[in-house]
């Protein structure tokens, strides 16, 4: 009754948020038109799709610590949380999509992968420092780019030559030691025609999870020039350098009873320092060059090149044979055993004999590792915007990208042995004359990697008149892939056959304002997507998967929005079936082969609404709601092929009238805000989900007899509660927030994996966090 009630007041408190951190917020005019051309972002007043802004001033004040995604929490529909709980691990959901099926463009270009459609989003640690705007379109929508849109599409536009004149220096901390320091500036447009932007910051700290520290520093550099009235040239580059402690092994209720809601283990102390054997680093520049040519009043192109490098990976373990892994060895309070490791390595007493004869003794039956992750992707995207008249307005564009990606594993510590031995066996080739002795720098396990050459072009139509808005747009697009691997095949044998697939998609979208602040849209759209790489190398050889097929979406919306004075208020429908798609069996398992399902079907299906009133005496107050229906649709059956491309085998998947799970498919929020004193905002949020179900591999589901749902995580209240003050610091302006987040230090289960029964004995996954304070100071320079 007690929580019920705790409930029901901080709902009552907080009034539920209409649109993350204030969609109604008066957000920064983006300045180019070259870079709305690009990112499609859409206009409240006549847009035919569901979207939510989300300004800078917004993600500066109440962000905090958190993950970036997590700057869209409280948008319904969607779903943003940490995974483990290192720097930057988060995933999002949109409609019960998950990363893979939404777009992520930044500036309008796509930095989703082509590889698997994922963002990692601790690549990108310094984007909130330089976001000016975010918006956050589910369903189809209409970034011209967004080829695996799915659930929806989210266009982030970073600080430009437009920014006013002027520089900041900022600071934050946290309760768990993490801290941030960054300092800007902007020139504004100067009399040369130059304008200049930059930002630097330093990280670092702890983190909320024991063995999940972090360090690193970000950079950004905008540079324009004004060639002409016509001409207009803005070079970009940014970046953040990174290295922080990870959680990727989930945690049973039992371990997290025992052990605490931060426990963690995959770390331990040796000779009085942290090793963790789940480690990140990485440092991914991003560089582009943007052309904005005013051909005429009625003609705008817009031309983006662009160049990504990311090198680095993660730490791992492996182990010999069927030996007991690294986290077998552990000391009484749950932490890897450094010393049981070393110890086991010097005298485990074992010996192994090498297909030359040779007699190895004191070899490391444990070895820790690098995963290495390294790619180059790089292209170009053009677009051409054409007013024909004031009611018709015609778009068309062309993108083409280069990826190139490496990824092998190499012996980082022999942790007391004397040599780690790869004995070639999950090796196609065998040993093939190799060496099977391996030393710290060599490469063992894996070795291969992708090429991809992928090209869209697209086209749209866009009428506008009395207050009536339609578009019609189409894209096509190819993809070419390649995989070579030096781990399974001979030099001569390096590359795989060449692939080539093409998709498309159509979308369309109705808006009607009417007089009085009534606004009416109704969109639809089909998507013919081809597979990703992952899925035409399905048992990650250089063997081609056999009967690919592209996956088919359809997608229909529907909305009211009302927008008057005081009152703003929407409230839409959405539908979307998903068939054909496509996963792998065994995905992870590294002693069965990878199968490749197709066929499973899903239907995704809900309703959303938010609102906000400014109610007298400087108070707002806004509610939010969303409840889904996202369920597996059918069973398939999968046929298991050979290297000779003979059937050996079928799979049979059980998945009809399961939930799909991974996501809450109820939200229901609100935010209430009040000015006081004229120099100090206090705001207050929560945000109730429901309906959780634990996520799973559908090609788990193998018993015909086990038509169980996942289970259920137990339904969860967040509040969260801000305070913003401006006033004047060494004669200059300054501000300063202090978050509360999770105000009632709520005990909760994020987000984890089903297990055998379905029950909560055998779920594994991560806790929520519990309370943290972040404070900022920020002085205008």
Same mark, same amino acid.
């Given at each position: 009754m007690k929580k019920t009630t705790r409930i029901i007041l901080t709902l009552l408190l907080a009034a539920a948020e209409a649109l993350a951190f204030g969609q109604q917020e008066t957000d920064t005019i983006i300045g180019l038109t070259g870079i709305q051309v690009i990112a499609s972002t859409g206009q409240e007043t006549d847009r035919a799709f569901s979207m939510n802004r989300i300004g800078a001033t917004a993600i500066q004040q109440r962000l905090g610590d958190r993950t970036f995604p997590e700057a869209m929490a409280a948008v319904p529909g969607v779903f943003a949380a940490r995974t483990g709980g290192g720097a930057g691990d988060a995933e999002i959901n949109i409609r019960g999509f998950k990363q893979d099926n939404i777009a992520l463009l930044l500036n309008g270009i796509p930095i989703s992968s082509v590889e698997n459609g994922l963002v990692y989003w601790n690549n990108w640690l310094g984007l909130a420092d330089v976001t000016q705007s975010m918006q956050v379109q589910k369903g189809i929508c209409s970034s011209a780019f967004g080829v695996n849109a799915i659930g929806g599409a989210i266009n982030i536009i970073t600080n430009g030559p437009e920014a006013k004149t002027g520089g900041a220096v900022s600071t934050s901390f946290t309760s768990y030691g993490n801290k941030k320091t960054t300092f800007a500036w902007n020139t504004g447009r100067m009399q040369n025609g130059y304008a200049v932007s930059l930002m630097g910051s330093a990280f670092g700290g702890d983190g909320y999870v024991d063995g999940t520290y972090s360090s690193g520093y970000g950079y950004f550099l905008s540079v324009s020039k004004n060639i002409n009235k016509k001409h207009l040239l803005v070079f970009t580059a940014m970046g953040n350098p990174e290295r922080h402690g990870q959680r990727n092994v989930r945690l049973s209720l039992e371990e997290m009873k025992k052990y605490g809601i931060t426990?963690?283990?995959?770390?331990?102390?040796?000779?009085?320092?942290?090793?963790?054997?789940?480690?990140?680093?990485?440092?991914?520049?991003?560089?582009?060059?943007?052309?904005?040519?005013?051909?005429?009043?009625?003609? #705008?192109?817009?031309?983006?090149?662009?160049?990504?490098?990311?090198?680095?990976?993660?730490?791992?373990?492996? /182990?010999?044979?069927?030996?007991?892994?690294?986290?077998?060895?552990?000391?009484?309070?749950? @932490?890897?055993?450094?010393?049981?490791?070393?110890?086991?390595?010097?005298?485990? =007493?074992?010996?192994?004999?090498?297909?030359?004869?040779?007699?190895?003794?004191?070899?490391?039956?444990?070895a820790q590792t690098v995963f290495h992750a390294d790619h180059i992707w790089t292209g170009i995207l053009s677009t051409l915007d054409y007013e024909v008249n004031e009611r018709l307005t015609l778009k068309a564009g062309i993108h083409y990208r280069y990826f190139k990606s490496s990824l092998y594993e190499t012996v980082a510590d022999l942790l007391g042995g004397e040599v780690f031995i790869d004995d070639y066996a999950w090796s196609l080739r065998g040993v093939d004359g190799r060496n099977v002795l391996k030393y710290v720098g060599d490469t063992i396990k894996i070795n291969n990697g992708a090429l991809i050459h992928f090209a869209n072009a697209y086209a749209q139509a866009s009428y506008h008149h009395n207050g009536f808005n339609a578009f019609l747009s189409g894209s096509v697009n190819g993809n070419l892939y390649q995989r070579y691997d030096h781990y399974n095949y001979r030099p001569e044998n390096l590359w795989s056959e060449q692939v080539t697939l093409f998709g498309y998609d159509v979308r369309f979208g109705l808006n009607k304002a009417f007089a009085d602040g009534h606004n009416v849209y109704f969109n639809g759209g089909l998507f013919n997507r081809a597979p990703y790489f992952k899925y035409?190398?399905?048992? &990650?050889?250089?063997?081609?998967?056999?009967?690919?097929?592209?996956?088919?979406? &359809?997608?229909?919306?529907?909305?009211?929005?009302? %927008?008057?004075?005081?009152?703003?208020?929407?409230?839409?429908?959405?539908?979307? +079936?998903?068939?054909?798609?496509?996963?792998?069996?065994?995905?992870?398992?590294? #002693?069965?082969?990878?199968?490749?399902?197709?066929?499973?079907?899903? /239907?995704?299906?809900?309703?959303?609404?938010?609102?906000?009133?400014?109610?007298?005496?400087?108070?707002?107050?806004?509610?939010?709601?969303? +409840? =889904?229906?996202?369920?597996?649709?059918?069973?398939?059956?999968?046929?298991?092929?050979?290297?000779?491309?003979?059937?050996?085998?079928?799979?049979?998947?059980?998945?009809?009238?399961?939930?799909? *799970?991974?996501?809450?498919?109820?939200?229901? %929020?609100?935010?209430?805000?009040?000015?006081?004193? /004229?120099?100090?905002?206090?705001?207050?949020?929560?945000?109730?989900?429901?309906?959780?179900?634990?996520?799973?591999? !559908?090609?788990?589901?193998?018993?015909?007899?086990? $038509?169980?749902?996942?289970? @259920?995580? !137990?339904?969860?209240?967040?509040?969260?509660?801000?305070?913003?003050?401006?006033?004047?610091?060494?004669? @200059?302006?300054?501000?300063?927030?202090?978050?509360?987040?999770?105000?009632?230090?709520?005990? &909760?289960?994020?987000?984890? +994996?089903? *297990?055998?029964?379905?029950?909560?004995?055998?779920?594994?996954?991560?806790?929520?966090?519990? $309370?943290?304070?972040? +404070?900022?100071?920020?002085? @205008?320079?």
């Open positions: 426990y963690n283990k995959e770390w331990g102390s040796y000779n009085g320092e942290i090793n963790n054997t789940s480690e990140n680093f990485y440092h991914k520049p991003y560089l582009t060059l943007n052309h904005y040519w005013t051909i005429s009043e009625k003609a #705008f192109l817009a031309t983006s090149a662009y160049f990504s490098p990311g090198k680095g990976g993660g730490k791992w373990s492996e /182990r010999f044979g069927t030996w007991a892994s690294i986290t077998d060895f552990t000391n009484g309070s749950g @932490q890897i055993d450094w010393q049981a490791v070393y110890n086991n390595n010097m005298n485990h =007493g074992e010996s192994y004999t090498t297909p030359d004869g040779d007699v190895i003794e004191n070899y490391s039956q444990i035409v190398f399905g048992n &990650y050889t250089n063997q081609v998967s056999q009967g690919l097929s592209n996956e088919d979406i &359809y997608t229909l919306e529907g909305g009211y929005s009302y %927008g008057k004075g005081n009152l703003y208020g929407r409230v839409n429908a959405y539908y979307s +079936v998903w068939n054909d798609r496509s996963f792998l069996a065994n995905e992870y398992n590294q #002693f069965l082969d990878p199968v490749l399902i197709k066929g499973l079907n899903a /239907r995704h299906s809900g309703i959303e609404a938010e609102a906000n009133y400014i109610l007298p005496g400087r108070v707002r107050a806004g509610l939010f709601a969303g +409840v =889904g229906n996202w369920i597996w649709t059918n069973d398939v059956e999968a046929e298991v092929y050979n290297s000779e491309h003979v059937i050996v085998d079928t799979i049979n998947v059980y998945t009809e009238n399961l939930y799909v *799970g991974d996501a809450p498919m109820t939200q229901v %929020g609100g935010f209430a805000e009040v000015s006081l004193f /004229r120099f100090l905002t206090l705001r207050g949020e929560a945000t109730h989900y429901d309906r959780i179900f634990a996520g799973f591999d !559908p090609v788990s589901r193998s018993n015909p007899d086990d $038509r169980s749902q996942a289970w @259920q995580i !137990p339904s969860y209240t967040l509040a969260d509660i801000h305070l913003t003050g401006n006033f004047t610091l060494f004669h @200059q302006p300054a501000m300063f927030n202090i978050s509360v987040l999770n105000l009632f230090d709520a005990d &909760y289960i994020l987000r984890g +994996v089903d *297990g055998m029964n379905h029950t909560a004995n055998t779920f594994t996954g991560f806790a929520g966090f519990g $309370r943290t304070v972040s +404070v900022g100071l920020r002085v @205008q320079l």
